[in-house]
């Protein structure tokens, strides 16, 4: 199977990591991966804020109870975006840097996990006001990473009745 291919269907959303520290050349690393994304007009409209310190975790935590896996997580990348250079595609971008970031950590061996931001209008301010963005950077998602302390198996999501040609 493909390389590529073998991610896509082998990644998994992991929530528990081990104490192993990720340096610095694998986190830039996978925002290098990210950058690759497509973006609408190649506006490229995104940041990102790379969180190690356990008290921004903490706080983090407090206002998203989906993160909670920052407990164990050695590290997480926070993409935003400048809402001004893609004001209706910033989230289309954002998207593709999150999986080309999920899937960049799977094949260095990482675990990883997608943890919307953006969607929740109340915590995305609250997380913004943690990170201190400015104004016209929003958070879109956070990725949890970290060396995986746990495995999942993978489930048949390949599912006929949803392909459709031509028309339903």
Known sequence: ???????????????RF?????????I????????????????????????????????IMAVHNNMQMLKTAPAAIIVCADINLAPDRWCDDCGGVMQNILLAA?????G?????????LERAEKIAE?????????PFAGIPIGYPDEEKAVPERMSR??????IW
Not at 21 to 26: F, Y
Not at 33 to 46: D, E, F, K, L
Request: charged share 20%; net charge positive.
């Open 130 to 138: 943690i990170l201190n963005l400015p104004d016209n950077i929003k």
């Open 161 to 166: 009745d949803k392909i459709h040609y031509d």
């Open 28 to 59: 830039n690393e996978l925002i290098t991966a990210g950058c690759y994304a497509p973006s609408g007009h190649n506006a490229q409209p995104w940041h990102f804020i790379v969180v190690r310190s356990d008290k921004i975790k903490e706080k």
């Open 18 to 26: 081990t104490d192993k520290p990720v340096t610095d050349s694998v």
């Open 112 to 120: 990883s996990v997608y943890s919307g931001i953006h969607h929740n």
């Open 1 to 15: 199977m493909n390389e590529v291919i073998n991610a896509i269907h082998n990644r998994r959303s992991i929530r």
């Open 106 to 110: 799977y094949s260095l061996g990482l």
